[in-house]
């Protein structure tokens, strides 16, 4: 089980690189009752970054109960950020949502196969983010592995 995800302050990881998409996400989270702390990272480089600086115990890099990540990214594609978290002895079983805007097949069948926990299709609501946040504790994703994602719309 990731380590962020037994302490309760452990932030949620949000990977987006549009500054108006961040804000509707932070307040459609907020709106669902999230207590845990937002870090942004703008890119796939610096998700990555983000996820070594917690592997290597930086005390600046708390590490995150979960990954909020968007696949049109600079610099490292979404699902290439996935399979790195993945292919990582430390990281392979965080919890991955997507948020993103593609409803390709193929991306979403790609995000599945790597074991995300959901396909959140953009803008995020309230209503969406309240299952995915019950997800969020240490007793319900000890219960479940990462799993082929469900449609949100």
């Given amino acids: 089980m990731s380590a962020g995800l037994l302490n309760p302050l452990a932030p949620l990881l949000l990977v987006e690189d549009n500054e108006d998409d961040v804000f509707f996400m932070q307040r459609a989270l907020r709106l669902a009752g999230n207590t845990r702390p937002v870090r942004i990272a703008g890119d796939g480089q610096a998700a990555l970054d983000y996820l070594a600086g917690c592997a290597a ?10 990954v909020f990540l968007d696949l ?9 950020v996935l399979a790195a978290i993945r ?6 079983d965080l919890a991955v949502f997507i ?3 593609s409803a390709e097949n193929s991306d979403r069948a790609r ?15 309230p209503e969406t983010l309240r299952p995915v946040l019950a997800e969020l504790t240490p007793t319900a994703l000890a219960a479940n592995a990462p799993q082929p994602a469900s449609s949100e719309r």
Avoid at 72 to 80: A, C, E, F, H, M
Avoid at 87 to 92: L, Q, R, T
Avoid at 111 to 125: D, N, S
């Fill in 57 to 66: 115990q930086a005390k600046e890099h708390v590490a995150p109960a979960a």
């Fill in 72 to 80: 049109k990214l600079p610099y490292i594609y979404g699902l290439d």
């Fill in 87 to 92: 292919a990582h002895p430390a990281w392979h």
């Fill in 99 to 101: 948020l993103t805007s």
């Fill in 111 to 125: 995000a599945e196969t790597l074991g995300i926990r959901r396909y959140l299709v953009k803008p995020p609501t």
